[in-house]
């Protein structure tokens, strides 16, 4: 079974720093992509970067980018320049292609940041 | 609609009542979801749909817990007798033609807060 493990629970940075947080996964699958989500307060998910794992270059989305250890099984997430709004819950999720038609992100336990002024 | 839509945003009923949560997810989206997010705890996969046929019912906690599609489009998820265990954030989200083999992004709802007392 696929399981993904994020080891901060919590973590809090200074407004205008940069902060990382840690993702651990674990899987026999060679094919498979990995995904950040942030959930503010408000509770919406959403998308902060995804990654293929065929693929060897690290995403970025302009402040977020991402160290993608394939053999190491880990999947970081480094936010640049933090911002106030960047306070809320991350999600770190991993998802294998379907195998008998089933679809199934798996979730870590997330890591509260807050961004501090 | 423009994005995922879940109704009631929250719902406070007795342990023993039965509950219905509405999904109506973005138009055009044949892939839809629906997760649990227990207070502290990620999110718990529960039933996986394309189109009006759910390839994936694994995640359902029990035989209490029901889900349909109708229309490929509008999502109804039922607990019924309802447990204290229940109170949980339960999430659905969607996506184009399903989340592989292309990653395609799934879009969250903003969830609905059941709490059973």
């Known amino acids: 079974a696929q399981t993904v493990t994020q080891s901060q629970p919590e973590m809090s940075v200074q407004e205008a720093e940069t902060v990382t947080l840690s993702c651990t996964y674990d899987t026999s699958e060679n094919n498979y992509y990995l995904f950040w989500y942030k959930q503010p307060p408000s509770r919406q998910m959403i998308l902060v970067i995804r990654?293929?794992?065929?693929?060897?270059q690290n995403a970025t989305e302009n402040r977020f980018s991402v160290n993608f250890q394939k053999a190491a099984k880990s999947f970081s997430l480094k936010i640049s320049d933090s911002q106030l709004g960047d306070t809320a819950m991350y999600f770190c999720?991993?998802?294998?292609?379907?195998?008998?038609?089933?679809?199934?992100?798996?979730f870590g336990k997330g890591t509260k940041l807050t961004v501090n002024p | 609609g423009a994005g995922v839509s879940q109704s009631p945003s929250n719902k406070v009923t007795e342990k023993g009542k039965d509950v219905e949560l509405r999904c109506d997810p973005i138009s055009g989206h044949t892939a839809l979801y629906w997760y649990r997010q227990s207070l502290g705890q990620g999110l718990e996969f529960l039933i996986y749909?394309?189109?009006?046929?759910?390839?994936?019912k694994s995640g359902l906690p029990s035989d209490r817990f029901s889900a349909e599609r109708t229309g490929g489009s509008v999502s109804t998820l039922t607990i019924q007798r309802t447990q204290q265990e229940d109170s949980a954030v339960y999430l659905c989200a969607s996506s184009l033609y399903g989340l592989s083999p292309s990653g395609n992004t799934i879009y969250f709802g903003e969830g609905s807060w059941l709490t059973v007392v």
């Open positions: 999720a991993f998802l294998v292609p379907p195998q008998g038609g089933s679809e199934k992100l798996v």
């Open positions: 990654q293929e794992a065929y693929k060897q």
């Open positions: 749909f394309q189109g009006n046929s759910a390839p994936d």
